[in-house]
């Protein structure tokens, strides 16, 4: 299994542009979790999704971020504009079930840095 | 609400030292606790669970002992190691909500010397 896939690992844009986060989850897994890290603000969960479709939105700062679930193989996290506060690492996560009983397996992340 | 809180790091050791992270939390139903690691340059990965009361989690020398009378999960290692350095992070989700969240402490920096 070649666990969550994240890309670009690392992406450098100026303040104004539009960013796009690519995640492929684990096979089989029906949950999938955007995430932001921040030193100043920790691990802040984004959105996540059940089956494609959003449940929780409420942790996306402002409308100029918006996630997208396809299918059940890929999701992407767009940015647009981008502000340099936008900058952090973005990890993608997936689980096979509710989380009250299995672990997230997280992607290695997109390190975001907006100039 | 539901919140997990955990000792601020940075923690320093040397290697060999015993090692104990405090995690308390806050829960309104049935909580599973967890304890993530990240190393650098990584994401974060289970390191161990508990889905219910006096449950421990054990896992490549950690444990932590899931304590509902004093709402703690602390995590802890008889002899740490130069490549235990890395951030902890506590957590704990509800098993009965239909909210489908991790709640993640702030994480413990935890770095050993040699």
């Known amino acids: 299994d070649a666990g969550v896939i994240q890309s670009p690992r690392h992406e450098v844009t100026e303040m104004g542009q539009e960013v796009t986060l690519r995640c492929k989850p684990i096979s089989g897994h029906d949950y999938l979790f955007w995430y932001r890290q921040t030193m100043m603000r920790g691990l802040e969960l984004l959105i996540y999704?059940?089956?494609?479709?959003?449940?929780?939105d409420s942790g996306m700062p402002e409308d100029r971020f918006s996630a997208k679930m396809p299918n059940a193989s890929f999701s992407t996290l767009k940015i647009q504009p981008s502000e340099p506060r936008d900058s952090a690492v973005y990890f993608c996560?997936?689980?096979?079930?509710?989380?009250?009983?299995?672990?997230?397996?997280f992607g290695p992340g997109t390190r975001l840095t907006v100039t | 609400g539901n919140s997990v809180t955990q000792m601020e790091g940075p923690v320093t050791l040397s290697e060999e030292a015993f090692l104990t992270i405090n995690c308390t939390y806050t829960a309104t139903g049935y909580p599973s606790l967890f304890w993530y690691v990240q190393y650098p340059g990584e994401g974060l990965q289970l390191l161990l669970k508990?889905?219910?009361?006096?449950d421990k989690g054990s896992n490549k020398g950690f444990e932590a002992t899931y304590r509902k009378e004093t709402t703690s999960f602390h995590l802890e290692k008889g002899s740490v190691q130069v490549s235990d350095s890395a951030v902890y992070f506590c957590a704990l989700s509800l098993r009965y909500s239909s909210a489908s969240k991790i709640i993640f402490g702030s994480g413990t920096r935890l770095s050993i010397r040699p």
């Open positions: 999704f059940n089956n494609n479709v959003p449940i929780d």
């Open positions: 508990a889905t219910k009361a006096d």
């Open positions: 996560a997936s689980s096979p079930g509710t989380v009250g009983y299995y672990e997230q397996y």
